[in-house]
């Protein structure tokens, strides 16, 4: 079973940087992208950053400039660092990829979704 994986939320100042890193396992027969959205309380879930696997980046309007996305396609990772974190960055930021499961093979490829992990963004 194909598991989305987060790590590296937390609590830290305005101003501050953090880094998110999310690991795909499971059978996994090929990625198209990894990357990130996220939802803050009352919001609707939007786009951080997404990178797919020939290395084109999608970046949020919000947090161009400020936040930047990697992948290890060999080891199907993807990692988040945030840099001039600001209150309004307060958010469940949760981990997506589009894979190719083996077990569902013929489905081609669907969205899969991490649990989330909380950032708050806070003096």
């Known amino acids: 079973q194909v598991q989305l994986v987060e790590s590296g939320g937390g609590l830290v100042q305005p101003g501050g940087s953090l880094r998110l890193s999310c690991a795909a396992s499971?059978?996994?027969?090929?990625?198209?992208?990894m990357g990130w959205y996220r939802q803050a309380p009352g919001k609707q879930r939007e786009l951080v950053a997404t990178l797919t696997s020939g290395g084109t980046t999608d970046l949020g309007d919000s947090v161009k400039g400020r936040f930047t996305i990697s992948r290890d396609n060999a080891k199907n990772t993807v990692t988040l660092q945030m840099s001039s974190l600001k209150p309004e960055d307060t958010a469940v930021y949760y981990c997506?990829?589009?894979?190719?499961?083996?077990?569902?093979?013929?489905?081609?490829?669907?969205?899969?979704w991490g649990q989330g992990t909380q950032v708050t963004v806070s003096s």
């Open positions: 499971g059978h996994i027969f090929a990625i198209n992208y």
């Open positions: 997506t990829a589009d894979l190719v499961d083996m077990a569902y093979y013929a489905a081609g490829f669907s969205i899969y």
